[in-house]
Antibody
Framework: ELQLVESGGGLVQPGGSLSLSCVAS????????MTWVRQAPGKGLEWVAD????????NYVDSVKGRFTIFRDNAKNSLYLQMHSLRDEDTAVYYC?????????????WGQGTVVTVSP | EIVMTQSPGTLSVSPGEKATLSCRAS??????LAWYQQKPGQAPRLLIY???ARAAGTPARFSGSGSGTEFTLTISSLQSEDFAVYYC??????????FGQGTRLEIK
């Protein structure tokens, strides 16, 4: 079964840091681009970052550049999102997702999400 | 950044009827567009990629069309499980990947 399981969410004060993890199973993790997508309470989806199969290319939405770092450990089938200088507007459910293989960018496998709450 | 605009915000349709959801891009995205379905408390589910290709497991009643800046998701005969929020997403010019704000499909 294709599966992604996120962890690491929680309550953090503004300016604080948090590290999210996502463990993959049921597929060859090292063969896929991976993505983080977030969803603020009651809001739509927002792409946050992605990373190439070997970690050599990373992309970020402007609002998190310089604060968030995406990285992966293919030996552990794991994806990470390190978050610093957190702001109220970073409060969201954070999903990790697998990008489809080939030239299309659909996210065809999703985790259940982990909740990040930034509040004093 | 390409802005994706979905309409309507909410669509009320009776079971068994057809639903038509629209998505417009602020500039051309060719056919580099995906559609997702999201139910309350669940992660999104990929329905369509490449504007019209059904993802694995997507029922045939779901169809996507369009190219350039105008796209449509059509659900031919609504089933109870289809009532959800639908998002379009462009991947022609990335980063960033951008999503529409969503269309809520509700039971009439």
């Amino acid at each position: 079964e294709l599966q992604l399981v996120e962890s690491g969410g929680g309550l953090v004060q503004p300016g604080g840091s948090l590290s999210l993890s996502c463990v993959a199973s049921g597929f060859t993790f090292s063969s896929y681009w991976m993505t983080w997508v977030r969803q603020a309470p009651g809001k739509g989806l927002e792409w946050v970052a992605d990373i190439k199969q070997d970690g050599s290319e990373k992309n970020y939405v402007d609002s998190v550049k310089g604060r968030f770092t995406i990285f992966r450990d293919n030996a552990k089938n794991s994806l990470y999102l390190q978050m610093h200088s957190l702001r109220d507007e970073d409060t969201a459910v954070y999903y990790c997702a697998r990008r489809t293989s080939g030239r299309h960018y659909g996210c065809d496998v999703w985790g259940q999400g982990t909740v990040v709450t930034v509040s004093p | 950044e390409i802005v994706m605009t979905q309409s309507p915000g909410t669509l009320s349709v009776s079971p068994g009827e057809k639903a038509t959801l629209s998505c417009r891009a602020s500039q051309t995205v060719s056919s580099n567009l995906a559609w997702y379905q999201q139910k309350p408390g669940q992660a999104p589910r990929l329905l369509i990629y490449g504007a019209s290709a059904r993802a694995a497991g997507t029922p045939a009643r779901f169809s996507g069309s369009g190219s350039g800046t105008e796209f449509t998701l059509t659900i031919s005969s609504l089933q109870s499980e289809d009532f959800a929020v639908y998002y379009c997403q462009q991947y022609n010019n990335w980063p960033p990947i951008t999503f529409g704000q969503g269309t809520r499909l509700e039971i009439k």
